[in-house]
Each structure stands twice: as structure tokens, then as C-alpha cells.
């Protein structure tokens, strides 16, 4: 059963980025913390990205990043990322999901808009 899907100031979003390293990763993790720009914050190392830039097809580990976070928090966390991230043209992508623990959402939001 959908949790809140039409009204999108109270959607959770998954905001998902890749980084060089888990120091990196963690920097920006605990900085979306503490900026109350996210809830939570997941880190997964072992990430094994292959794409082509500036015409080299480049093979890169990398470390994934995961934040939970409320729709209404999107412009500020994509600048924010941006801002704070090591890459030129970084990978910043959100999902909503379409069911979560309506308790689960409840405390996103309140992490994130105190």
C-alpha cells in the first residue's frame, strides 16, 4: 500500500551518488547529517563503474551512496552534493519509492525538516 505518493512535499527520495573513495563518501555522508538534509545515510563500497569520459573508456571502484531524504529537500540536497562533490559531472540520481513504513517516513521527515 502506498505511503503519501500524492502529495509530493511528504515523498521520501533515495538520492543516490557514486564517489572516488569511502573517506569522500563518508565526508559528504556525515555532512548531509549534519545539515539536515538527509536522514540517513548508506555507504557501499565495492562498486565497480566502467563509462566512457572525454572519449576514454575509463574502469573505476568506486563507493555508492544512498541518503534518505523528503521530496521537498531535493533543489537544496542535489546543490549540496554537487557543491561538496569531487567529481566534475557526478551522478546524482533520486527515487521515490511507491511504499515504505509510514513510521519510517515519519521520522525522514522529521530529520529532516527540525
Not at 551518488?17 to 555522508?29: I, V
Not at 575509463?58 to 541518503?67: I, K, T
Request: charged share 25%; aromatic share 8%.
Amino acid at each position: 500500500m502506498p505511503q503519501h505518493p500524492q502529495d509530493n512535499l511528504n515523498t521520501m527520495l533515495v538520492v543516490v551518488t557514486a564517489l572516488p573513495s569511502l573517506e569522500a563518501a563518508k565526508d559528504l555522508a556525515g555532512a548531509l547529517v549534519e545539515v539536515r538534509l538527509a536522514a540517513c545515510v548508506q555507504i557501499q563500497e565495492g562498486i565497480r563503474s566502467i563509462y566512457r569520459w572525454k572519449g576514454k573508456v575509463c574502469d573505476e571502484q568506486e563507493v555508492l551512496l544512498s541518503a534518505k531524504t523528503d521530496a521537498s529537500k531535493w533543489q537544496e540536497i542535489l546543490s549540496f552534493i554537487k557543491d561538496k562533490h569531487p567529481y566534475e559531472l557526478p551522478e546524482i540520481l533520486a527515487f521515490s519509492p511507491e511504499q515504505f513504513d509510514q513510521h519510517y517516513g515519519q521520522w525522514v521527515r522529521s530529520e529532516v525538516n527540525s
